[in-house]
């Protein structure tokens, strides 16, 4: 079974940080990009960061540019998302998932965590 489960959000204030952690099961880890989304009440679904499988490659969005940065660790099959200068705008809920096509960070999403929820209070 294909599994997701993001760890790590929290209440934090602005300017602090969180790491958020998502442990994978049920593929091979190692072969699989993995992305870092977040949805906020009323708003669209926003891809975060991702990060690639083998070449170390990195994705992130420029809301977050210089301020998150992903990483992942095969042997213990997670994927860390590292957030700092946090804004209230950051409040969402945070998910992570895997997406099986051909086109790694770009291609399209098959398995979703359930979520952790970030709050950024100013």
């Known amino acids: 079974e294909i599994q997701l489960v993001e760890s790590g959000g929290g209440l934090v204030q602005a300017g602090g940080s969180l790491r958020l952690s998502c442990a994978a099961s049920g593929f091979t880890f190692d072969d699989y990009a993995i992305g870092w989304f977040r949805q906020a009440p009323g708003m669209d679904r926003e891809k975060v960061s991702c990060?690639?499988?083998?070449?170390?490659?990195?994705v992130y969005a420029d809301s977050v540019k210089g301020r998150f940065t992903v990483s992942r660790d095969n042997a213990k099959r997670m994927v860390y998302l590292q957030m700092n200068s946090l804004k209230p705008e950051d409040t969402a809920i945070y998910y992570c998932?895997?997406?099986?096509?051909?086109?790694?960070?770009?291609?399209?999403?098959?398995?979703w965590g359930q979520g952790t929820q970030v709050t950024v209070s100013s």
């Open positions: 990060a690639g499988s083998g070449d170390g490659s990195t």
């Open positions: 998932a895997v997406p099986f096509g051909n086109y790694g960070c770009y291609g399209g999403y098959d398995y």
